[in-house]
């Protein structure tokens, strides 16, 4: 069992910047690769990013890619989205969401855990 619990949300204007951060408890946290998803009002939750236990693989959405950096410190159990030139569009609760394999996909269905969410809104 992992609990996870994010942080780093909030209101910034576009063009800004907002780090978030993943904390997890429980079972070791560099056995987990882990995934950021987000959703906005009225859709579906989408990928981000995703990152491998080691954190040596990366793999981003399009639209972010170039953005969005997904990061891990194994030590510290905390799993990162650093998110820059933030548009509008970026409006969203964003999840954290661990998984068993070395590295996971896209796909909802390969991550176990999530986490609550936090809010994050780019005002225009």
């Known amino acids: 069992q992992v609990t996870l619990v994010e942080s780093g949300g909030g209101l910034v204007q576009a063009g800004g910047s907002l780090r978030l951060a993943c904390a997890a408890s429980g079972r070791t946290f560099s056995s987990y690769a882990m995934g950021w998803f987000r959703q906005a009002p009225g859709k579906e939750r989408e990928f981000v990013a995703a990152i491998s236990r080691s954190g040596g693989r990366t793999d981003y959405a399009d639209s972010v890619k170039g953005r969005f950096t997904i990061s891990r410190d194994n030590a510290k159990n905390t799993a990162y989205l650093q998110m820059n030139s933030l548009k509008p569009e970026d409006t969203a609760v964003y999840y954290c969401?661990?998984?068993?394999?070395?590295?996971?996909?896209?796909?909802?269905?390969?991550?176990?855990?999530w986490g609550q969410g936090t809010q994050v809104t780019v005002s225009s």
């Open positions: 969401a661990a998984c068993g394999l070395y590295s996971c996909s896209d796909s909802r269905d390969e991550y176990y855990y």
